[in-house]
């Protein structure tokens, strides 16, 4: 579903009929003409910012349900959101200090049940380079004098100059049943992540585990038992609309994804499990495990369609005018930095053997069109350093259909021969990196349940028309680990470093055994050197590398 871009507040934005829910940018708002206008209609009081109706003491106030989230920054923007448990209006403030005292911009969105009361709301015309104060309350529409306690949150805009910069990255929340735990401290990944005070999140896919139901208990192996907070919503796996939706309510259930939501910025993309594992759109719902699962519906597409939608209305995410529902997109973080968010699951091919010689239909990983539009983008990038955020490795390999032992669910296929199926599109990427002379490529991911860095080298590889390079895979946040995967030599991938379970402990092991994963990306502004370390739930640094950059 699009994103709601909030409307600018003004004198005549304030008067009934221009309160329609069109979107578009917001403007700056004139105090003294909202203070007027307002003030004609109801009782306003001005406390350190924009006026507002008096903040009735009335039990039953808006509330803001799920916390405050931000995401998409860039030097002179960033997306916010909010959900509310009724129709109401959000009253957004966005200022350079916590205190309020002047302003910078001001804006408002509707909140209503076609978007389950979320909204998201752009705001611009920022400052470079800030650290920035949000606050949000909310309006009841039905009783206009009636406004909710507010909540303050925080994000840095990307600098114009060439400041050090850092940000984390990891995927995969609430997977395998492994849920809120409270007694054991909940998500406690997220906390780790938060005491590093990162400019933003790269989230790399698996943002929920839609058919991974949440069990009240959960033994572990070693004969404890986890339990979990539980919602009726995670009873089952999702195929309605407010099912999918209930999957994202719950991981903003605990406290330590609240508290750094509130303070980190997100970039977010999807995987799998948004939907269900392993799919492909178009894919009959008959997979042995499917039915295991007892799905109701008979086609993936239709469940990614409400999944989508969902998704969209929980992430603080922009808009993408050309296409409503598009995941991938560059972020832009200053000079040192472009990100370039993909999505390797929304045009793909079918999940099958991946044996073709020839590209086509069956082969699409990326598909032609966001493959054009990666080319363009990475050509016409001025920035220093050039991330990749996949939501998939490229040279691990990953079985569609566990049942069966059979299938090729990401890119490499296992044959460690010439390029086939899916790697026919990475081998023509990587081949036109090199020749369009495209610098300072990195490529980050999650998605296998544990961490390692990957050296690509074409000495070493079967197709050798690229430049070395390197891919960093880290998770999950908090899901069982798994691991490590085969490599796949297509591409000449060197396991330089990994962590995973070792074959005594096992598959599938708990949060709490400690084998959850982040990575951290600091880049030096007077260097321009890149540095990369693994990390883990009790940041303790496993492994670390320096990059530095070549010119042009």
Do not use: C
Not at 13 to 24: E, I, L, W
Not at 132 to 150: H, K, Q, S, W
Not at 189 to 198: D, N
Not at 362 to 378: C, D, I, M, N
Request: aromatic share 10%; charged share 25%.
């Amino acid at each position: 579903m699009p994103v709601r871009i909030s409307r600018p507040i003004s004198s005549r934005a304030m008067s009934s009929s221009a309160m329609s829910s069109s979107t578009m940018p917001s403007r700056a708002i004139s105090r003294r003409r909202f203070l007027a206008t307002a003030a004609a209609s109801t009782t306003i009081t001005a406390v350190g910012g924009i006026a507002r109706p008096y903040l009735s003491r009335a039990a039953d106030r808006p509330l803001i349900t799920h916390g405050i989230q931000s995401g998409d920054v860039s030097s002179d923007s960033a997306v916010i959101w909010a959900r509310t448990d009724r129709p109401a209006r959000m009253l957004a403030e966005v200022a350079t200090t916590d205190s309020f005292k002047t302003i910078q911009r001001a804006v408002y969105v509707d909140a209503l049940p076609d978007s389950d009361f979320t909204v998201n709301a752009l705001i611009d015309g920022l400052p470079a380079g800030q650290d920035m104060f949000y606050r949000i309350r909310f309006e009841d529409l039905n009783e206009p004098t009636i406004v909710g306690e507010a909540k303050v949150g925080r994000f840095r805009t990307a600098p114009s100059d060439r400041r050090s910069i850092a940000f984390i990255w990891s995927g995969d929340t609430a997977g395998q049943g492994w849920g809120i735990d409270e007694a054991r401290g909940g998500m406690r990944t997220y906390a780790t992540m938060l005491r590093h005070r990162p400019d933003f999140l790269i989230h790399s896919g698996d943002n929920i585990y839609a058919d991974g139901p949440i069990p009240a208990e959960q033994k572990m192996p070693n004969g404890e038992i986890w339990k979990n907070l539980i919602t009726e919503d995670k009873a089952k796996p999702a195929e309605t609309l407010a099912e999918f939706r209930g999957n994202y309510k719950y991981n903003l259930l605990d406290k330590n994804v609240l508290a750094f939501n509130a303070e980190i910025p997100i970039f977010s993309q999807w995987d799998d499990h948004e939907v269900l594992n392993n799919w492909w759109p178009g894919e009959p719902l008959t997979r042995t495990e499917l039915q295991r699962k007892k799905y109701v519906e008979k086609n993936a597409l239709l469940l990614a369609a409400r999944a989508s939608r969902a998704f969209h209305e929980y992430m603080p995410m922009r808009q993408t005018q050309a296409e409503a529902g598009r995941v991938y997109r560059k972020i832009s973080y200053g000079p040192l930095l472009d990100v370039f968010m993909l999505d390797m699951r929304s045009y793909r091919g079918p999940n099958a053997e991946g044996m073709e010689e020839k590209y086509g239909r069956s082969t699409h990983f990326l598909g032609p069109t966001q493959v054009a539009w990666l080319k363009r983008e990475l050509i016409n990038s001025q920035a220093t350093w050039k991330v990749i955020a996949a939501d998939m490795p490229i040279s691990l390999v990953v079985v569609y259909d566990g049942d069966r032992k059979w299938g090729v669910e990401a890119v490499a296929q296992g044959d460690n021969g010439p390029a086939r199926g899916r790697e026919l599109e990475i081998a023509d990427l990587l081949s036109f990196i090199k020749h369009a002379g495209v610098n300072n490529t990195v490529w980050l991911t999650a998605d296998v349940h544990y961490t390692a860095a990957h050296r690509y080298d074409p000495s070493k590889a079967a197709f050798q028309d690229f430049e070395p390079f390197w891919e960093f895979v880290s998770g999950p946040i908090h899901s069982g680990t798994f691991g490590p995967n085969a490599l796949d030599n297509t591409f000449g991938p060197q396991q330089v470093y990994v962590k995973a379970p070792t074959e005594a402990q096992g598959q599938n092991l708990p949060p709490s055994d400690g084998l959850q994963f982040f990575g951290h990306v600091a880049i030096d502004g007077a260097t321009q050197v890149m540095t990369v370390t693994l990390r883990d739930v009790d940041d303790h640094a496993l492994w670390s590398t320096t990059i530095e950059p070549k010119p042009g």
